[in-house]
Structure formats: C-alpha cells, structure tokens
C-alpha cells in the first residue's frame, strides 16, 4: 500500500489523506492530491489535482444493456470523465456528460436539499473518487470535506457527516478489454461546510510543500475579518457575511435564482434549446445561437443583458440586507460557477473591494481540501520557505 504516490501500476489500495467535494447543483467538483513529485532541487511537494463534471445521471434502458460493449459505449478509454459509468447496488448508472450524451432529456438532475442520501448522489461521488485512480482497487478516504448550500447546511449538515462518516462502498467500473473492475471505497471522516465559506478558506490557507500554510497574519485575519461571500451556484445564490469563523445573524440571502435558472429562462426566447447547451455557446463566445434550423442573432448582448439583471438583483438585495453594516465589510469573495460572468457588473454596483479566487467555480472545493489539511494539523503555522 502507498499513500499518494504517482506510479504507472497504481497499487491495490490508495489511501487519500483528503478529498475537498463540491457537490453543486449544475456541477461536481473534486480536489485531491494526485501524487507526489520533487523540485530541481530536490525538495518533495504534493501534485494537486482537479475536475468537474455535470451532476446528472442516468439508468439506461434494460433493453439497451446487450453487451458489455454496449455498457461501455465503445469507449477506447473505458473509464474517462466523459465515459463515468458505475455499477452499483446492480444497477447501472451514466453519471456527467456520459448521462447527457445518452439521455435524450439530457440526464437526471436531483436537486433535493436531502439528495445526498440518494443512490444518485452516491454514485457521482464513487464516479469522482474511482476517476482520480482509475485502476486501484481500494479507495480509503481519511478526511472527505464536503460543502452543501447555506439553507440546506443549516438543515442537514449533521445529516450528510452522519450518513456518509465511517462507510464503505462497492461497486464496478468499466475496466480493459470489456471487463468490469470491482472497487471498494472506504470512508473515515466526512466534515461538511456551508458553499462559500470553503471560498473564505481558500483565500487565506496557502498550499505549502506537502502541508498547507496557515501564517500567524493570516489566521489573525481569518480570525477577524469582516467580509462578505457571493456564491453564484447553479440553482442557488448564497449570500451572507462574517467575522471571522462566525456568521453575522440575519445577514444571510438564498436566492433560488442560480446562473442555471438564467439559462433556463432564456430556453423559450432560443426555441426551446437545452440550458446547457445555451450556457455553453455564451461562454464560448458565440456572436449567434444556432438551434432547431433557426439562427438567433445578438446573441452575447441578450444573455448579457440577463446578467446584468441578476447582478443588480444581487446588489439590491445586498445593500438592503446589509445596510446597517455595510461600510464594515473589508472584502467580499464572489465564487462559484456564475462569478465570472457576474464579476464586472457587480463591481460596478457594490462600492466594496470584490475579489474573485482563480478559477472561482473550484474555490470551495479548493478550501475544503485546504481546511482538511487544517483538521489533521499538517499546516504550518509560520511564513517558512
């Protein structure tokens, strides 16, 4: 058994010392420690690594399940972020983009504050883990570091530790030459956070050699600052502020709104087109959107100009909710999948200095990780080399 170790023959067992799970609404999101590598002069450091992909699923026909061919899919990679397929409990699921090339509805999409409990939140999870090493036959996760919305922390946080803390999980993935592979995924510590604050962590934990550095001015910061979080999900906008670890009561702000419900209403005006594939073609940067024999013109300025909405609705609520302690707040760190596309508007109207993490859509899962190195005291404490 390694832990952590990059090898061309992965071992039976791979032990993680810490998983960081985002489990949004329009995506999934994973960070994890890859492996191990050294510096030209010698010094060993830990290959971080992340992915993503779209949390949907989908259990495909009997009918359709003929051969192991067919299962999968006549992929020359069996098991790739674009061809997750799990076997669990009997059953096989097509779990991300694997669920929204075979579905025609384009995947099964659970958006229940409880779904973690589900079989189909279950499966995207071992989808995840199995991927980061896709020939190891046991997966042990010391600390899993997970992140539910701001409403549904509040309500099912202990929930989600209890039911995931301490479990173990069998099931197959695609293996060589058409085979099915058993895998077994052992979990020790589940600890769950509300979205945005893993951005929060994010911010002030740096990454270190094979720890993570928490300074003695940074955690003095962390301690003690007033700041404020935009999260921008896929289905959800959570909004709140704090000092330090700590929430400020009756500042927090669920919109049901999410960058994915803006896509979802553009739909009927783009002849009824999937909302993701909307959402792809904005962000590819197309001047025109082409659908079902129609070419729809001006089409940057028309999503644009929905953005800008949603972020004057964000700016509306917030100084309305937080007037009475707005000019305290130092920063605010606006995250998520939609940050980006929100970023210039917002800081516009919010006369507040915003600060959008690289690569936003992963900063809670980047902090969750962070914050796990934190609860197994691999940090360091002092600016050191």
């Not at 087109?273 to 959402?279: Q, V, W």
Request: net charge negative; glycine share 8%; aromatic share 14%.
């Amino acid at each position: 058994m390694i832990t952590n170790q990059i090898s061309t023959n992965y071992p039976v067992k791979v032990v993680l010392k810490v998983v960081g799970w985002d489990f949004g609404h329009g995506d999934n999101k994973f960070f994890y420690i890859k492996g191990q590598d050294r510096t030209d002069d010698g010094r060993l450091y830990n290959k971080l690594d992340f992915f993503a992909f779209p949390s949907v699923t989908y259990i495909p026909a009997k009918s359709a399940i003929t051969s192991l061919d067919t299962v999968l899919g006549g992929a020359s990679d069996p098991y790739s972020l674009a061809n997750l397929t799990i076997v669990y409990q009997g059953i096989t699921f097509y779990v991300g983009m694997k669920a929204v090339k075979k579905d025609a509805e384009g995947g099964d999409q659970n958006l229940q504050q409880t779904r973690f409990k589900e079989d189909s939140a279950i499966v995207q999870l071992l989808a995840g883990l199995a991927y980061m090493f896709p020939v190891a036959a046991e997966i042990e996760v010391e600390y899993l570091m997970v992140g539910l919305s701001l409403e549904s922390f509040f309500k099912y946080g202990d929930d989600l530790e209890n039911f995931y803390t301490a479990k173990e999980f069998s099931f197959q993935i695609p293996g060589e030459n058409g085979t099915m592979r058993a895998v077994k995924v052992q979990l020790d510590n589940v600890k769950c956070s509300a979205q945005g604050i893993g951005a929060y962590y994010d911010h002030f934990i740096e990454f270190s050699y094979l720890k993570v550095r928490l300074s003695k001015a940074n955690e003095n910061k962390m301690k003690n600052t007033r700041y404020g979080i935009i999260d921008v999900g896929y289905k959800t906008i959570d909004i709140f502020a704090a000092e330090g670890m700590e929430t400020v009561d009756n500042s927090d702000v669920c919109l049901d709104n999410g960058i994915g419900k803006l896509f979802e209403d553009l739909s009927a005006q783009y002849g009824d087109a999937p909302p993701k594939t909307i959402e792809r073609d904005y962000y590819a940067g197309k001047t025109y959107f082409y659908y079902d024999g129609m070419r729809y013109e001006n089409f940057q300025a028309t999503v644009a100009a929905k953005i800008d909405g949603l972020a004057e609705e964000i700016a509306k609520k917030i100084y309305n909710k937080w007037r009475r302690y707005l000019k305290q707040i130092e920063v605010i760190i606006l995250c998520g999948g939609g940050a980006l596309a929100l970023a210039e508007k917002l800081k516009k109207l919010i006369n507040i200095n915003i600060i959008v993490p690289n690569d936003p859509q992963f900063a809670n899962a980047r902090g969750y990780f962070k914050l796990g190195f934190v609860l197994r005291s691999e940090f360091e404490a002092d600016d050191v080399a």
